[in-house]
């Protein structure tokens, strides 16, 4: 088993410090550093970039050949962690555990430690791991975030503003995959420059409300009992990435039910819990989110538009997008194109 304590300080410093552990190459672009390995002790890459607000990110997809435990060291700073798998798995623990808790794949977890406490964290080898760590500075995000308190309950109130690191917290959450839509949408950013930045910044901070949320329901005793599994959440998953991509095509629930092997029953459970929507309010959701784009996007007037989002009735369409967006479709590209012409 390999083991690498890091002393951390800043970002540069902590790949830096992988770099001299396990090797690889390390490239910087627009802030962010990507470290990219493969040689014998690992293949892939783990990604830094630091925000001005006390925050950071880590991304690892990488394969360890051979058991690691990575210790960042004790400083002054003992950041908040918020960590989300993607995939694969591994494991965590403050260095006074006895065990170490598994993090599987589209769990989460939040951890902080006081002044005297280590983490770690067990990758095993041979794993392919996707993991989005976050991890704030307390006392700089306070100061760049002070309205943030009425996002946090009790636990997490007081886990913030303990600035002097005297308590250890862990939460370990159970399955989300709504994270899992948000990270492939931050893994997705093409752009480059301070544009990339922002969306970045705008997705680590979306990620992080869903992290407190999630916290919250707990704390709350709202947690909402689901009797699918992992693999069918999966499925549902898969289904509505496929009703947004073609959301023209005609959606019958006796269809989707035969030819997903799921019944009615939870297919519906299923959407509401991932998407707080019926299948049939989602594939509505996915068809005007269609028709905006179409509208931002194309030429096409709106009884084209209504057409290729698989409705017949135009009077329909001008219904129900004036019920989701507060403005009918006519007056919506209107407003598109003055904003063009102003352009």
Known sequence: MKEINLEVSNVLESIKQMQRHIGGKIKQKWGEYTLEI?????????KYISFDWGVSMIDFNIIFYEDLVLTPGISEYNPIYFFYCTKGFFEHKLNDDKKYTRIEQFHAAITVSDSKTNHQSLFTKDVHIKLNTISIVKKQFLKKRLNISHMLNEKLHDVFVDTQNKQNFAYYGPINLKMAD???????????????VLQIEGEVYQLL???????????????????????ELKKIRSLAKKIAKDSSKKYILDEISLNSGLSQAKLQEGFKFLYTRTVSEYIKHARLEEARDLMNNSNLNISQIVYSIGLTSRSYFSKIFKEKYGITPSEFKKQNIVTLDDD
């Open 209 to 231: 409300s869903m992290h407190i949320k999630m916290h919250n329901t707990y704390e709350n005793s709202n947690s909402v009992e689901i009797s699918l599994l992992k693999s």
């Open 182 to 196: 948000h990270i492939n949408v931050l893994q997705q950013i093409k752009t480059g420059g301070i544009i990339r």
């Open 38 to 46: 493969d040689n014998n002790l690992a293949k892939g890459s783990i």
